[in-house]
């Protein structure tokens, strides 16, 4: 598999995608004036108003609740990326990629608030009513019918599509948690394998707003599960908790030398492991829950963005860094596991057999609600080619038969040929390297109008600066029309 390596590391994940992504965070980061850092208790105190208020918050159209969107939205962010991505990639990398994640969670957290805003702006509503939104919706109408870039445009829509939608076919969730389940319960991964399909055909059943509402009940239950036992890990050596973080800053700027079943690893290893794993697992970038973001209730894209951010928080700075110290604290990075193996060997060795098979069925509720978030994200670019076609409602329904069927097919591949799980994860890696360098660069080019969008949202809900009552906050007013209080004034 020399091949798919090469392919992965050197094109796809290669220099230029990862300057790209730093470059362009940063130029974020700057002209927001470090808006995610010295901002960040504006993040939480929306997010979390989002969370304790679920059902009254009802502002705006959309199919979605803020609540119910970003369950939605974490619940396929948070999940097997956060258990086998992260841990596959300290096996490759070593500790060195975690600090190399923790970067790009930091310019990730407005990387995604930008995105997930623009798709508010940009989003459109169906024949039927419905509203959806998403990369391939603002590149269509920021660059093409407002900026008049109709080569640009389609340019980037066809990478975006194209890319993201290999993630039909190499799709890594199933293999995951068949894997971790059979090898936890000592059962058949393929048996495994083909109930995780069932499962995820009754879930995706009932729709984009039947998963938001499963998604709000089952993810923040299985979130708090899985900090309480990786912090409770953490907690019983923490006199450890020195030597990691020593241990992961040291290998970010040093290779890692071979130790146990640990093979070693360079310095650009780490990098690009380290970089790649947090935006499989972050999503920040990739666009992918920005297209269930846009479909949320919410009077303004900004407000909607800052829930992005934190979802970049949670997922990132909270989930993948209690996996990564549980790894490291436990010392089995150096066993010469991979994957999600990888992850129940450390937490068994940190609270016993009994904890390992908790965590598996943890794995279980994770990649289920990863696997049908990602349904709702294809579902929405099928939407965006489809338009008004007549055959809108037959696809769709096809589309939702055959999307369990890949997954399950590459574990009847994987388990057939012995393929190990890092050879999985590279597929993975495959699959989100070319709609982030479209979405990226539409993110650029759109920039301005996310600056727009910001000043905007401080001067009319932050009393910063002076509204505007002729700035346009929904691109198409007749979806989402907002109204100053000197309008509502003249009406009265």
């Known amino acids: 598999m020399a091949w798919v390596e090469f392919i992965v590391w050197e094109v796809l994940w290669g220099i230029p ?3 790209t992504i730093l470059v362009v965070g940063l130029f974020l ?3 927001s004036g470090f ?3 010295l901002r960040f208790p504006l993040i939480m105190r929306e997010s979390t108003k989002h969370l304790k208020k679920p059902k009254g918050d009802k502002k705006g159209e959309g199919i979605l609740t803020p609540f119910e969107a970003i369950s939605l939205s974490i619940g396929a962010t948070v999940g097997v990326g956060n258990i086998g991505g992260v841990a596959a990639a300290i096996a490759l990398g070593g500790p060195g990629a975690v600090f190399w994640m923790w970067v790009a969670g930091i310019i990730g957290k407005l990387i995604k608030m930008t995105e997930v805003t623009l798709a508010v702006h940009y989003r459109s509503r169906d024949k039927n009513g419905e509203i959806y939104g998403g990369p391939t919706y603002y590149i269509r109408k920021g660059l093409f019918e407002e900026k008049k870039h109709k080569k640009l445009y389609k340019v980037l829509n066809f990478i975006f599509i194209f890319g993201f939608g290999t993630g039909f076919i190499l799709t890594v969730q199933n293999y995951t948690v068949s894997e971790a389940v059979a090898t936890t ?3 058949n991964q393929i048996l495994v394998s083909a109930v995780y399909t069932i499962l995820l055909y009754i879930l995706i059943s009932g729709g984009l707003s039947g998963l938001g509402k499963i998604a709000a009940k089952v993810v923040p239950f299985m979130i708090i599960f899985y900090i309480l036992a ?3 890990i953490i907690g019983i050596n923490f006199e450890l908790l020195p030597d990691a973080f020593a241990l992961i800053f040291n290998s970010a700027f040093n290779p890692t030398s071979a130790v146990g079943g640990f093979a070693g690893a360079a310095v650009a290893a780490a990098i690009r492991l380290g970089m790649s794993r947090a935006v499989f697992s972050n999503e920040a970038g990739w666009g992918s829950s920005a297209m269930i973001h846009a479909s949320a209730k919410t009077d303004h894209p900004v407000r909607q963005g800052l829930l992005g951010a934190f979802e970049v928080f949670v997922d990132t700075f909270i989930i993948c860094s209690i996996t990564s110290l549980v790894i490291i604290i436990t010392n089995t990075w150096t066993t010469g596991l991979d994957g999600a193996e990888l992850t129940l060997a450390a937490f068994e060795t ?3 057999t009994a904890g390992r098979m908790v965590i598996a069925v943890g794995v279980l509720l994770f990649g289920l609600t990863t696997s049908s978030g990602i349904y709702a994200q294809i579902e929405v670019i099928l939407r965006y080619l489809l338009g008004n076609s007549p055959l809108k409602g037959r696809i769709l329904t096809i589309y939702k038969w055959c999307y369990p069927i890949p997954g399950f097919l590459l574990v009847l591949i994987a388990v057939s040929i012995g393929m190990p799980g890092t050879v999985v994860w590279l597929f993975a890696d495959m699959t989100t390297a070319l709609p982030i360098f479209a979405n990226i660069l539409a993110i650029l080019l759109l920039s301005p ?5 910001l000043k905007d949202f401080k001067a009319r809900h932050l009393g910063m600066g002076v509204v505007d009552p002729n700035f346009k906050v929904f ?6 029309p907002v109204e100053t209080e000197d309008k509502k004034e003249k009406k009265i």
């Open 35 to 37: 808006f995610q850092i």
């Open 475 to 480: 691109y198409d007013d007749e979806i989402d």
């Open 185 to 187: 319960f000592s059962m």
């Open 29 to 31: 980061t700057v002209r």
């Open 449 to 453: 109008k996310f600056f727009a969008l």
């Open 350 to 352: 940190g609270i016993g």
């Open 17 to 19: 995608l990862i300057v």
């Open 230 to 232: 990786g912090v409770y």
